[in-house]
């Protein structure tokens, strides 16, 4: 069975400070794909990124990066500068080849002025 | 990626009664996914609807309380039976995959957001 933990639920920080989520999942498959979405007040999902599990290459978009470790099944997200905009709750999120997603429980992310 | 339009975008029943939400997408999609998101929590897959076959459902969600239809590629409709104030959530459809795209993900419908009194 597929599995992803967010073990933060809540982050507080202040604006400009760098912030990491935490991501782990478990999974049987060898061929797996990781995502983060985004799900500000307003509750609409957006996507983030997508990883497969057999690219290991890090990403760096903007403010945003990703630290995807096969060795310790993780795949961490990083807010560089953080704004108020980035308050929102984040889901790291897991699949097989077409198959569901499976949610981690999220973390809610208040960045404060 | 697919455009999702999801109606109605959220409502007050009375409990008892029955809800229908449709999700119309831009383009033909094989596989539609129907969520539920329960208040301050995580996203919960209740069913798989490919068109032309019945809808797969997760353990703890039967067909009784959730039919699903999928008459085309297109379109999707999830309805909520009998209602009590226990379904009181955002109920989002999906589509997507894992395509060669490397950024090709799943897209999500706005969502309904639904409260039984």
């Known amino acids: 069975a597929q599995k992803v933990t967010q073990a933060q639920t809540e982050i507080s920080v202040v604006e400009k400070e760098d912030v990491t989520l935490d991501c782990v999942y478990e999974?049987?498959?060898?061929?797996?794909?990781l995502f983060w979405y985004k799900q500000p007040p307003s509750g609409e999902l957006v996507f983030l990124i997508r990883?497969?599990?057999?690219?290991?290459q890090n990403e760096i978009s903007g403010r945003y990066s990703w630290n995807f470790q096969k060795s310790t099944s993780s795949f961490n997200f990083t807010i560089t500068a953080s704004q108020v905009v980035d308050s929102a709750v984040y889901f790291c999120?897991?699949?097989?080849?077409?198959?569901?997603?499976?949610f981690g429980k999220g973390t809610r992310l208040s960045v404060i002025a | 990626s697919a455009v999702i339009s999801q109606k109605p975008s959220r409502d007050i029943c009375q409990r008892g009664t029955s809800l229908t939400i449709q999700c119309q997408v831009d383009?033909?999609?094989?596989?539609m996914f129907w969520y539920r998101q329960q208040p301050g929590q995580s996203l919960t897959l209740i069913a798989t609807?490919?068109?032309?076959?019945?809808?797969?459902?997760e353990s703890g969600f039967v067909i009784d309380k959730f039919p699903i239809s999928r008459p085309n590629l297109t379109f999707s409709t999830l309805t909520v039976s009998n209602m009590s104030p226990e379904d009181s959530s955002i109920y989002l459809c999906?589509?997507?995959?894992?395509?060669?795209?490397?950024?090709?993900?799943?897209?999500f419908g706005s969502g309904t957001r639904l409260t039984v009194v």
């Open positions: 999906s589509v997507g995959g894992t395509g060669p795209r490397p950024n090709y993900g799943y897209t």
């Open positions: 999974t049987r498959d060898t061929t797996y794909y």
């Open positions: 990883r497969n599990s057999f690219d290991e």
């Open positions: 999120a897991l699949s097989g080849r077409n198959t569901p997603l499976v």
């Open positions: 383009s033909q999609v094989t596989m």
């Open positions: 609807a490919n068109q032309g076959s019945e809808a797969t459902y």
